[in-house]
Nanobody, 115 residues
Framework: QVQLVESGGGLVQPGGSLRLSCAAS????????MGWYRQAPGKQREFVAA???????TYADSVKGRFTISRDNAKNTVALQMNSLKPEDTGVYYC?????????WGQGTQVTVSS
């Protein structure tokens, strides 16, 4: 089964930017929809963004206009460009397919937005 490894998180001030990357151990070209999720302390994991193989994207209202998801099927990677970060964006970010059944979750990457 495909394994997912997220990276690129860190500590950033409000208004700053980060670029997250997700590397898959196998091909993602057959996975129709890939997405990013996040989990804030004490809260349930929530949907952030998704991208279809053809390039169409969907975003949670809370990140629309600030985050951009992309995928490279040739490199088996999915990225999330995050701009104008807010403290409420703090959490552990995960990538996975958007489906009724998920791939095994990776370890995620921590994003902390704080001054």
């Amino acid at each position: 089964q495909v394994q997912l490894v997220e990276s690129g998180g860190g500590l950033v001030q409000p208004g700053g930017s980060l670029r997250l990357s997700c590397a898959a151990s196998g091909s993602i070209s057959s996975i129709n929809v890939m997405g990013w999720y996040r989990q804030a302390p004490g809260k349930q994991r929530e949907f952030v963004a998704a991208i279809v193989t053809g390039g169409r994207t969907t975003y949670a209202d809370s990140v629309k206009g600030r985050f951009t998801i992309s995928r490279d099927n040739a490199k088996n990677t999915v990225a999330l460009q995050m701009n104008s970060l807010k403290p409420e964006d703090t959490g552990v970010y995960y990538c996975n397919r958007v489906s009724l059944s998920f791939l095994p979750w990776g370890q995620g990457t921590q994003v902390t937005v704080s001054s």
